[in-house]
């Protein structure tokens, strides 16, 4: 019944057997084995990021990452505060659209899409600035796959006292971080990343302290991070109607992600998956966007071959006839397309991919390898 895609994304994402089939039976919401299901997500959530979950609480979401974000931004950023984004790609850049539509008075610091945020600027703009109340940054920018260095950031945000947000939407799960030696204040990811779940909520870890501050604060009643936590904690339940099937793949998902052996596991996967991919990009003579140092393993965005025959939609309507979906890119300096080495792939699912890839090149005259 189940076939097995091969998206070469970074989620939705090429899922389990076992996660799909956990969709199969339906619950109602206030049924008690469901409410169990979320109080366990929530709580394996907290395990994976800190050592210290007493003093951490998570908040599921419906909706994609962006509504996480939007509603992290809306509840966390004091009403009058003042926000500072550090910036290298789309997502840094969907940071300040969030923020300026809430009507956040937003800072930004740009880098460029092949460089890591500097946190000796980020440190210059507090410094600068006092009024700034919370930093936000992401941690791996899939607009080209470079990893930002979000613990050296959380060192100096700390150290002004100030509040930090991070947006580890296609990282958290996939690449070990713990919370509180990053100094992260509130982290958001979502259900179709690195957890390996299919799409369809975000989920905000937030220290309980910092999130007991901000009743009434939310610009918004739906993305409302405070009352979906106060509701959550009170009844169990979400406020509104919850993604069932997704929550139910997701529980699945984390048994899964504990049976491979944690993060680190599946970290190690990953970089096994991204070596395979990168050896495999260099004998067909395709180049990568980031120097080797930057890239991140969860993305890897390739140059377009220097060709002129090249023709990246036939490229991409070739591959994916062949069952191998890749992601056009997305950095704006560049011809690139993106391949995602997340989900459910292996070394091998790599090897495959680039001898298709040989194969469609060839087949629009291009063999950039001899
Ligand atoms: C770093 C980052 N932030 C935010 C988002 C937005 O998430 P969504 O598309 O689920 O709204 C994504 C999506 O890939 C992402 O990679």
Known sequence: MSERTLLFTPGPLTTSATVKAAMLRDFGSRDARFIQIIAEIRTQLVALGTARPAEWTCVPMQGSGTFGVEGTLGTLVPRGGKLLVAQNG????RLVDLAQRLGIETQTLVWPEDAQVDPAAIDAALVADPAIDVV?????????GILNPIAAVGAVVRKHGKILIADAMSSFGGVPLDLDTAGIDALVSSSNKCIEGVPGFSFVLVKRALLATCAG???????DVYAQAAELDRSGQFRFTPP????????????ELAAEGGIAARHARYLANRAELLAGLA?????TWLPPALQGPIITSVRYPDDPRFDFPAFYAALAARGFTLYPGKVSQANCFRVGTIGQLYPADYTALCAAMADVLRGQGIDLAT
């Open 283 to 287: 004998r067909l003579g395709l180049q």
């Open 90 to 93: 789309a997502y840094g850049r």
């Open 244 to 255: 069932t099937h997704v929550l139910a793949a997701f529980h699945q998902a984390l048994q």
């Open 217 to 223: 604060r939310a610009r918004s009643v739906s993305l």
């Open 136 to 144: 936000a940054c992401v941690h791996s920018e899939t607009t080209s």
